[in-house]
T-cell receptor, first 117, second 110 residues
Framework: DAGVIQSPRHEVTEMGQEVTLRCKPI?????LFWYRQTMMRGLELLIY????????DSGMPEDRFSAKMPNASFSTLKIQPSEPRDSAVYFC???????????????FGDGTRLSIL | EDKVVQSPLSLVVHEGDTVTLNCSYE??????LLWYKQEKKAPTFLFML????IEKKSGRLSSILDKKELFSILNITATQTGDSAIYLC??????????FGTGTRLQVTL
């Protein structure tokens, strides 16, 4: 079975440029999560979607960050304009949320390593 | 705000040793606690715990939850070099989202 697929694997760009990260969740999963991981702060949740609808974006650092999920099999995380402090590994994860029966574990993609120069 | 604290921050052991990793948490309306292992890439799922006192076991790894003391441990017996990784603890509350600890970095040496 295919896991969560993220692209690109690595991105190096200059500050001020627009960056778009992509994620394809596991088929059948209805929840999708974007995380950022740094040495200083560990894994932080940025935003998550349930049934393609953003539920909680309180972790999004500022207006430069935006995320969309146009359909059940695709999501993007965009940073515009990018800054050096955005350098991190960005993970996408998906899970099956079944309401009253509780949540299934989240499964992570391999991440996008982003470097802003 | 939900909070997860893991200890120790890092640990170096010899192959064959047994290790215990700790996770304490504060969360509104606790639903589950999860353990993940992260090597070079994505965190991979190990255990999900929802009930106190019931040990979950997979090979040399086991974990247990104490919902009264808001605590979980992850045990690894007869450690191998392949166990070297960052072990992450996370909790879910009312919402579906996970709150992660900063992890314990385990290094197993020959």
């Amino acid at each position: 079975d295919a896991g969560v697929i993220q692209s690109p694997r690595h991105e190096v760009t200059e500050m001020g440029q627009e960056v778009t990260l992509r994620c394809k969740p596991i088929s059948g999963h209805n929840s999708l999560f974007w995380y950022r991981q740094t040495m200083m702060r560990g894994l932080e949740l940025l935003i998550y979607f349930n049934n393609n609808v953003p539920i909680d974006d309180s972790g999004m650092p500022e207006d430069r960050f935006s995320a969309k999920m146009p359909n059940a099999s695709f999501s993007t995380l965009k940073i515009q304009p990018s800054e050096p402090r955005d350098s991190a590994v960005y993970f996408c994860a998906s899970s099956l949320t079944t309401g009253g029966h509780g949540n299934q574990p989240q499964h992570f993609g391999d991440g996008t390593r982003l470097s802003i120069l | 705000e939900d909070k997860v604290v893991q200890s120790p921050l890092s640990l170096v052991v010899h192959e064959g040793d047994t290790v215990t990793l700790n996770c304490s948490y504060e969360v509104t309306n606790f639903r589950s606690l999860l353990w993940y292992k992260q090597e070079k890439k994505a965190p991979t799922f190990l255990f999900m715990l929802t009930s106190s006192g019931i040990e979950k076991k997979s090979g040399r790894l086991s974990s247990i939850l104490d919902k009264k003391e808001l605590f979980s441990i992850l045990n690894i017996t007869a450690t191998q070099t392949g166990d070297s990784a960052i072990y992450l603890c996370a909790v879910t509350g009312t919402a579906s989202k996970l709150t992660f600890g900063t992890g314990t970095r385990l290094q197993v040496t020959l």
